[in-house]
């Protein structure tokens, strides 16, 4: 599936994705109602193929020979269902990939006041906080469970780079301490992220480096 072409193909034009006047809010609220619920409505029939493709093995598995054959055809069948059913999930992923990525592109936008379909050149900028929209996004990512390969794609075809390949996504040291408090081996209230980011020389570095760039207010006038 070549992503780049298919949004082509459903929205035309990428960079009138952008453009209210082309695909206005009130189209990306529906669109998002919509998609989710056929998400949800999709992953369901996914695993009931599913459980139907190994309840006909299990039960050929304990057929005789003749019968077994029509347990093969039958499990064949739901199987071709269960491929069909994942094809309309990924269709429906890249959709709201598309979605996601442009109301981050929006809101960034909003913080700029600009008019520009070039995404890339307000990364930098001091008015905007990428932070916050990466955070955003990634909090839809989670909500209608986009994985980052897909939202990567998506981006590239969209030319819009937001979330940035070095966002991590797999909570790393946080899962690690989810699972020891789930476990009963750690209180929350024991863990300082103090402590998470540590005290060495390169933090504190960093730490000074992001002072002074935050007071770094440009050349004096004369």
């Given amino acids: 599936m070549n992503i780049r072409n298919w949004i082509s193909d459903q929205f035309g034009d990428t960079d009138s994705l952008l453009d209210e006047d082309v695909y206005s809010e009130q189209e990306i609220k529906e669109d998002k109602v919509r998609l989710k619920q056929e998400r949800k409505r999709i992953n ?7 459980a139907e ?40 992923s890249v959709q709201m990939a598309t979605v996601v990525t442009i109301e981050g592109a929006r809101e960034l936008l909003d913080m700029t006041e600009q008019n520009t379909t070039n995404i890339g050149g307000l990364l930098d900028r001091d008015d905007v906080d990428l932070s916050h929209v990466q955070e955003t996004m990634m909090n839809s990512m989670v909500e209608y469970e986009l994985d980052m390969d897909m939202m990567m794609e998506v981006q590239d075809a969209l030319d819009i780079d937001i979330i940035g390949a070095d966002v991590e996504m ?26 998470q980011l540590g005290d060495s020389e390169d933090f504190e570095a960093e730490l000074e480096q992001g002072l002074d760039d935050s007071l770094d207010l440009g050349p004096a006038d004369d």
Avoid at 44 to 50: D, V
Avoid at 70 to 81: N, R, V
Avoid at 174 to 192: H, P
């Fill in 170 to 195: 797999g909570g790393g040291e946080e899962m690690e301490i989810m699972e020891d408090i789930e476990a009963g081996n750690l209180d929350a209230e024991q863990v300082d992220p103090q402590e």
């Fill in 53 to 92: 493709y190994q309840r006909l093995l299990e039960k050929g598995a304990q057929a005789s020979e003749i019968e077994r054959q029509q347990y093969a055809q039958q499990a064949k069948i739901a199987k071709k269902k269960y491929k069909v059913k994942q094809q309309q999930y990924q269709k429906n």
């Fill in 44 to 50: 369901k029939e996914m695993a009931e193929y599913s």
